[in-house]
């Protein structure tokens, strides 16, 4: 059974950053794609990042140059770092693998302006 933990959000204020966590149990978190995922209320579920397992990345439109998604295979640990936030920003923040249609609880990120 494979479980993955998000953590690291909070409230900050715009122009602010923070740096969340995924923890991935099992032992396949190597050989697979992954990324990060948000949802706002009342808004669809969005893919803001993703990262192969050999380190390639891409991100959003409305995210690049300001968020960077990295991994250490050996750890089973993805990071998202959100630099120069936005109340745009705002959202449920979610890890998962690219092919699992599966969600855990996610991390609250909240933007003040």
């Known amino acids: 059974q494979v479980q993955l933990v998000e953590s690291g959000g909070g409230l900050v204020q715009a122009g602010g950053s923070l740096r969340l966590s995924c923890v991935a149990s099992?032992?396949?978190?190597?050989?697979?794609?992954m990324g990060w995922y948000r949802q706002a209320p009342g808004k669809q579920r969005e893919l803001v990042a993703s990262?192969?397992?050999?380190?390639?990345?891409n991100y959003a439109a409305s995210v690049k140059g300001r968020f960077t998604v990295s991994r250490d295979n050996a750890l089973h640990t993805m990071w998202l770092q959100m630099n120069n936030l936005n109340p745009n920003d705002t959202a449920v923040y979610y890890c998962?693998?690219?092919?699992?249609?599966?969600w855990g609880q996610g991390t609250q990120v909240t933007v003040s302006s």
């Open positions: 099992g032992d396949f978190f190597s050989l697979n794609a």
């Open positions: 998962n693998f690219i092919w699992s249609d599966r």
């Open positions: 990262i192969s397992t050999g380190g390639r990345t």
